[in-house]
Nanobody, 124 residues
């Protein structure tokens, strides 16, 4: 059974920073695509950032480019999301996801495994 456990969420003022972590059970190398998605109240879950197995391919949503950075440490089976210059509109529950799909994609439907989510709240 695959388990993804997120941590690092919290409350921060606008322009602050947070670093999210996601530990995956099993071998991270088994999951070609890993990523972060978020869901705000009343909104659909949306893509934030995704990364392939060796970090050579990364995709960012337009509204986080230049502020967020995704990375993974396969030896530690851990996925990270460094979030800088946070905005109020970044407030959401952030989910870690993993997929065996051979190609990197921002489409949520492709990701078979999901964590429970970690709350990020940004205040003005």
């Amino acid at each position: 059974q695959v388990q993804l456990v997120e941590s690092g969420g919290g409350s921060v003022q606008a322009l602050g920073s947070l670093r999210l972590s996601c530990i995956a059970s099993g071998r991270a190398l088994d999951y070609n695509a890993m990523g972060w998605f978020r869901q705000a109240p009343g909104k659909e879950r949306e893509h934030v950032a995704t990364i392939n197995w060796d970090g050579s391919d990364i995709q960012y949503a337009d509204n986080v480019k230049g502020r967020f950075a995704i990375s993974r440490d396969n030896a530690k089976s851990t996925l990270y999301l460094q979030m800088d210059r946070l905005k109020v509109e970044d407030t959401a529950t952030y989910y870690c996801a993993a997929s065996l799909f051979p190609y990197l994609t921002p489409k949520t439907m492709v990701y078979e495994y999901w964590g429970q989510g970690t709350q990020v709240t940004v205040s003005s």
